[in-house]
């Protein structure tokens, strides 16, 4: 069974950083493109950023762009998120995400596995 288990949330001011990672229980792992979603309360849950399969592909969505990067040890069957500058507008929980292939999908319905979330507050 695929687990995905997100860790290195917490509380931070505004202009900080923070590093998320996300370890997967995933053989395969490497065939495996991995995004970032982020949630916030009475919001939908949306894209942050992904990485293709290869490592060499990226998409972030605008306004983390410059500030935040994700990357990937596939050896360690981990992904992480840089996240840097913070704003208090990047409060939210961060969930990472799997999908099989060799795209790098950025909606939500494309991903098949999901880790349970980890919360992130940036304070002004």
């Known amino acids: 069974q695929v687990q995905l288990v997100e860790s290195g949330g917490g509380l931070v001011q505004a202009g900080g950083s923070l590093r998320l990672s996300c370890g997967a229980s995933i053989r395969t792992f490497s065939g495996y493109a991995v995004g970032w979603f982020r949630q916030a309360p009475g919001k939908e849950r949306d894209f942050v950023a992904a990485l293709d399969r290869s490592g060499g592909n990226t998409f972030y969505e605008d306004s983390v762009k410059g500030r935040f990067t994700i990357s990937r040890d596939n050896a360690k069957t981990t992904v992480y998120l840089q996240m840097n500058s913070l704003r208090p507008e990047d409060t939210a929980i961060y969930y990472c995400?799997?999908?099989?292939?060799?795209?790098?999908?950025?909606?939500?319905?494309?991903?098949?596995?999901w880790g349970q979330g980890t919360q992130v507050t940036v304070s002004s």
């Open positions: 995400a799997a999908k099989w292939g060799y795209d790098l999908p950025q909606a939500v319905r494309e991903y098949q596995y």
